[in-house]
Nanobody, 129 residues
């Protein structure tokens, strides 16, 4: 069992930056992949980025490529999403999600929400002037 808690959301102007954090607790020794998703009202949850246990594999959605970066610190059990050049259309609730893949340290988990068992409660990001 892994518990995830997101933080770092808030209100930012277009062109600004934010760093989201996802803190994991519980069974964090089982090689888990972590992903960030986002969701707006009435829309499906959308993949943003994911990161392998090793930190080597970090696929990013086309909509945020070049602006968002995912990273992790396994010693702290934390995963980060650095968001730059934010746009109004980045406004959403951002969720982190995790799944355990203990034997594949470079596997990044996939883009579908159903690939992940553990989810945080979400943090709101609002980009507005």
């Amino acid at each position: 069992q892994v518990r995830l808690v997101e933080s770092g959301g808030g209100l930012v102007q277009p062109g600004g930056s934010l760093r989201l954090s996802c803190a994991a607790s519980g069974r964090t020794d089982s090689g888990y992949v972590v992903a960030w998703f986002r969701q707006t009202p009435g829309q499906a949850r959308e993949f943003v980025a994911s990161i392998s246990w090793s930190g080597i594999t970090t696929p990013v959605a086309d909509a945020v490529k070049g602006r968002f970066t995912i990273s992790r610190d396994n010693a702290k059990n934390e995963v980060y999403l650095d968001m730059h050049s934010l746009k109004v259309e980045d406004t959403a609730v951002y969720y982190c999600a995790a799944e355990s893949y203990p034997y594949t340290p470079h596997y990044s988990g996939g883009t579908g929400p159903s690939r992940y068992t553990y989810w945080g409660q979400g943090t709101q990001v609002t980009v507005s002037s």
